[in-house]
T-cell receptor
Framework: AQSVTQPDIHITVSEGASLELRCNYSYGATPYLFWYVQSPGQGLQLLLK??????LVQGIKGFEAEFKRSQSSFNLRKPSVHWSDAAEYFC??????????FGKGTMLLVSP | KAGVTQTPRYLIKTRGQQVTLSCSPI?????VSWYQQTPGQGLQFLFE???????NKGNFPGRFSGRQFSNSRSEMNVSTLELGDSALYLC????????????FGEGSRLTVL
């Protein structure tokens, strides 16, 4: 069965500092991997996705993620965090978009 | 272009009642998926509809059902509500089923008392 682990429930980062959110997955075949962001009272917005090819993928809002098959990881990074990035971030894996298995999420807090 | 619209946004029900939630996808999107979000279990896949046919179903009891209409609008129904059904129910639509990016609505927050 497929699963996603986001080991950090909360992370606090100073504004302007770099960010890395961890994601480890378990999946039997080549996975489709995603990062979504959810602001309070909002639905989920897709930040980026990986299907195949270049293992470093660029997304919206300055985010990037690197797929490492040997480590079963798909960590999300941003070089400089802005206060508006405060939200909950979800990593997801699936055979395709519509039947995704999500991690429990990481809440990002940004301190001034 | 209007986004995914879910109604109602908030509702309160009592145990044993049933509830129907509605989702209007983005115009032109034929695939609609439903997810349940709770603090304990996180986001869990409920089901997916494409062209009025249920294509996939998650691991939920038969009390959870859904349907899709010819205009791609979808409804989900939960019968015999339990306290544990309190959750945010998220609908997502996509343009081309398996290959289309999911666009999520803001959700319907159900509270069961």
């Amino acid at each position: 069965a497929q699963s996603v682990t986001q080991p950090d429930i909360h992370i606090t980062v100073s504004e302007g500092a770099s960010l890395e959110l961890r994601c480890n997955y378990s999946y039997g075949a080549t996975p489709y991997l995603f990062w979504y962001v959810q602001s309070p009272g909002q639905g989920l917005q897709l930040l980026l996705k990986y299907f195949s090819g270049d293992t470093l993928v660029q997304g919206i809002k300055g985010f990037e993620a690197e797929f490492k098959r040997s480590q079963s990881s798909f960590n999300l990074r941003k070089p400089s965090v802005h206060w508006s990035d405060a939200a909950e971030y979800f990593c997801a894996v699936g055979p395709r978009y519509s039947t995704l298995t999500f991690g429990k999420g990481t809440m990002l807090l940004v301190s001034p | 272009k209007a986004g995914v619209t879910q109604t109602p946004r908030y509702l309160i029900k009592t145990r044993g009642q049933q509830v129907t939630l509605s989702c209007s996808p983005i115009s032109g999107h034929r695939s609609v998926s439903w997810y349940q979000q709770t603090p304990g279990q996180g986001l869990q896949f409920l089901f997916e509809y494409f062209s009025e046919t249920q294509r996939n179903k998650g691991n939920f009891p038969g009390r959870f059902s859904g349907r899709q209409f010819s205009n791609s609008r979808s409804e989900m129904n939960v019968s015999t509500l339990e306290l544990g059904d309190s959750a945010l129910y998220l609908c997502a639509s996509s343009l081309a089923g398996a290959t289309g990016e999911l666009f999520f609505g803001e959700g319907s927050r159900l509270t069961v008392l």
